[in-house]
């Protein structure tokens, strides 16, 4: 990105874009008890899109913006080991989003996997996965309702 001296304005600059158009969810399969880190950035500006995903992997879309009158605009997505190298990246750095990156950290400090793949996961490991998916959506639902 033009102006960006170093990679710690970049990581400073997407820490400020991320807290803005990003999300940070611990996704949750309703058939099977299998929780993973998954990461979005939504923009209507590609550039900053593709970027991301050549520095940090994952997908993009070019979706609606349903939000505003802007049109179409870009979303990247990213989960698990790849979503967690860019949180680790920000972190230092976020605001906005600190708490839920803090946990989604944690989350994927648990190292045992998902549960998907066939590795079988204990009644207390699903139990703390389901806990800390229970606490993002708290998190969120309560910074949203201090927006309004």
Not at 14 to 42: D, N, T, W
Not at 104 to 109: D, V
Not at 110 to 122: D, F, P, Q, W, Y
Request: hydrophobic share 35%; with cysteine; proline share 1%.
């Amino acid at each position: 990105m033009e102006g960006l001296k170093s990679k710690r304005d970049f990581y400073i600059y997407m820490a400020g874009l991320f807290g803005g158009e990003g999300c940070v969810m611990i996704s949750h399969s309703k058939k099977k008890e299998i929780y993973r880190l998954l990461i979005s950035m939504s923009n209507n500006f590609p550039g900053v899109i593709k970027l991301a995903k050549n520095l940090f992997g994952g997908s993009i879309h070019n979706r609606s913006i349903w939000s505003t009158n802007k049109g179409h605009g870009w979303l990247w997505r990213v989960s698990s080991k790849k979503a967690e190298r860019m949180i680790l990246k920000i972190h230092p750095y976020a605001i906005i989003k600190k708490e839920e990156i803090e946990l989604a950290l944690r989350f994927r400090s648990l190292k045992k996997g998902s549960g998907g793949r066939g590795i079988k996961l204990s009644g207390k490991e699903i139990n703390l996965r389901k806990n800390m998916y229970r606490k993002m959506r708290e998190i969120k639902t309560l910074r949203n309702r201090k927006k309004a």
